[in-house]
């Protein structure tokens, strides 16, 4: 069996790379010119489930805990971190609790990322961010969104905290990708407790398809 075949890698049509930078930012982009706004995209022949394991199994390293938030299907993330033996903390909150997550933090301080569920695209997403960026940055906790539906120019809308987007499409349900920071991605190399859910493995083959003319990032 190709590791292509365990990884479950894929090469994006152009009508769903369109749609991925749509989700991640106002800006024109072309899709093959992505990599140049410091971020990276994986995109998977699986569910967004399996990008989620990818992201618990790389990212979070050994021995640290996440702590999961929003409103939405918290119990079954925190599952999936518990298959990958990875302590995670629920704190289930509407967008005016969320301050709240500071007593949190103060108490466990072994947590290296927040995973925001977001359940639907309105207002909330901003809201949430915006209330726990000075936290996060503070105490240098990485944040994830794991989107259950499509969105639109998170990056936008985020201010540029998020690391990691988990995404998808409601209409494609066995297709989803992950939107990566270059700088936190290249950091999961040998990290990945599964082989089948590298995501560093799965940059290094998505690689493959880039030209060999490689331009600064500048945008």
Not at 78 to 103: C, N, P, W, Y
Request: net charge negative.
């Amino acid at each position: 069996m190709s590791i292509i075949h365990l990884l479950s890698v894929g090469i994006a049509p152009d009508e769903l790379n369109n749609s991925i930078v749509s989700m991640w930012t106002r800006e024109s982009i072309r899709p093959v010119d992505f990599y140049r706004t410091g971020f990276e995209v994986i995109f998977y022949n699986h569910d967004r489930q399996h990008a989620l394991n990818c992201v618990l199994s790389s990212v979070i390293p050994e021995g640290k805990e996440i702590l999961i938030t929003g409103e939405d299907e918290l119990k079954s993330v925190a599952k999936k971190a518990d298959q990958f033996g990875i302590q995670s903390i629920v704190f289930r909150a509407a967008v005016d609790e969320i301050h709240l997550i500071e007593t949190l933090l103060h108490s466990h301080k072994g947590i290296s990322h927040l995973i925001l569920v977001v359940g639907q695209d309105d207002g909330k997403i901003e809201n949430y961010v915006t209330n726990i960026s000075p936290l996060l940055k503070h105490r240098g906790i990485g944040l994830v969104l794991y989107c259950l539906v499509p969105v639109q120019r998170i990056n936008d809308r985020t201010n540029g905290m998020v690391d990691f987007m988990i995404g998808g499409w409601e209409n494609i349900p066995d297709k989803s990708f992950i939107v990566a920071r270059r700088s936190k991605l290249v950091q999961t190399e040998g990290n990945a407790r599964v082989m089948t859910c590298d995501l560093y493995a799965s940059w290094e083959w998505s690689l493959r398809s880039r030209g060999t003319h490689i331009e600064p990032v500048e945008m």
